[in-house]
């Protein structure tokens, strides 16, 4: 198996180069080409000998992403490309523009195997973990087409983050890397559905990142029918969690609470919500349900999603009601994806 070069640290690159005979500054040159110049073919390295390239062409490769679709959304600026990858998977990344620049929303896993009821990205199960470097290329693929640097990294495509550990770790440490891409902690936020013992790990690697729960019950009960993980730990589990995430990472906790009618949003669950939070620093983000052909439920009207936000706001919450990006695109969570393989029985 080769190696992916654009998954590699600087230090990693630093004891490939050595091994492969050269000076160990030819290490940052490469970095700098991939990270830096975005490039996408060793043979494009113009900074380091012939020689070195045919070395490393024998024994690694640049992991690029290929561009299988791309949609414009009609309604926003967004964009939603679909990706091949290497091994003729398929994945999907979002490219959100706002005031403050551009965002991207990545997959982290082909498939998950959390299963929550209403996500698209969970019907076939895990596929496989992505590898660091594909999604360095999730981002840098973007960045090339849209010809522009983006200033917001979310985790929130297919997969559970933090069922693929180490590699979202490497991954985040890379961009992070300010002797390469330098995309700061704080403008990335990783989205979970609350594994529990990885909050800790997190918490622990020195990368403070905005971590986003996936709530969507304030009943244990309730969240156990809707997402399956809620069964290994409970919601005071994950709050104690979050409690020791802010407490190192000094960054606010956001919860996301998808709105199913009739499931999720009686005045009630809002006022066990609200009980939730106490003085845990946080931030409430709403989200209507994106309804899929699989779970047969449907969002909220609008004007109940601002009375639900009205009775947490009475009773302290902040909270706020996610806008709709690309709506005519698919824009929600795995779907396109799944409608693509669907149609092209890829
Ligand atoms: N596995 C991670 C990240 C991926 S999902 C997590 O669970 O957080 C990103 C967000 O979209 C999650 O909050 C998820 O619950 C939500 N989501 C998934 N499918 C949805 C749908 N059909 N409608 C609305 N929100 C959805």
């Known amino acids: 198996m080769k190696i992916e070069l654009n998954g590699l640290s600087l230090k990693e690159l630093e004891d490939l180069v050595v ?12 970095f700098n080409y991939i990270h830096k110049n975005k490039g996408t073919s060793i043979e494009d390295i113009q900074t380091i000998s012939k020689e070195l390239r045919s070395k490393l062409n024998e024994v690694s490769f640049i992991n690029n992403v290929k561009i299988y679709e791309k949609y414009q959304s009609e309604i926003d600026d967004t964009k939603k490309y679909l990706y091949l990858l290497n091994d003729g998977n398929i994945i999907e990344a979002v490219a959100m523009e706002y005031k403050h620049g551009t965002s991207i929303c990545i997959s982290t896993q082909v498939g998950c195997r959390m299963n929550c009821s209403f996500c698209a990205s969970t019907k076939d199960g895990l596929i ?7 999604m360095i290329s999730e981002i840098y693929t973007i960045e090339r087409d849209l010809d522009k640097n983006i200033s917001n990294i979310v985790l929130m495509g297919s997969g559970e983050p933090l069922d693929n550990y180490d590699n979202v770790v490497k991954f985040l440490k890379l961009i992070n890397d300010e002797k390469g891409r330098n995309i700061s902690a704080r403008s990335i936020t990783l989205s979970t559905c609350g594994v529990v013992p990885k909050i800790y790990d997190l918490a622990d690697e020195d990368i403070p990142v905005t971590l986003a ?19 290994k730990y409970s919601i005071d589990e994950i709050l104690e969690a979050c ?13 996301e609470y998808t709105l199913i009618e009739g499931i999720n949003d009686s005045m009630e669950d809002a006022k066990k919500l609200a009980s939730l939070f106490g003085d845990l620093e946080s931030h409430l983000n709403l989200i209507p349900l994106n309804p899929i052909k699989e779970y047969k439920q449907i969002n909220p009207s609008d004007s109940h999603i601002a009375k639900f936000k009205k009775q947490l706001e009475k009773l302290g919450v902040k909270t706020t009601v996610r806008r709709e990006m690309g709506r005519d695109i698919s824009a929600s969570c795995g779907q396109l994806r799944r409608s693509i393989i669907e149609n092209n029985n890829i």
């Open 243 to 255: 409690r020791y995430y802010n407490g190192k990472a000094n960054r606010r906790i956001t919860f």
């Open 213 to 231: 729960i996936s709530l969507h019950s304030a009943y244990d009960e309730k969240r156990k029918e809707i997402m399956p993980i809620s069964k």
């Open 128 to 134: 496989r973990n992505l590898t660091p470097a594909e």
């Open 19 to 30: 091994e492969l005979g050269d000076k160990k500054f030819r290490a940052q040159q490469i």
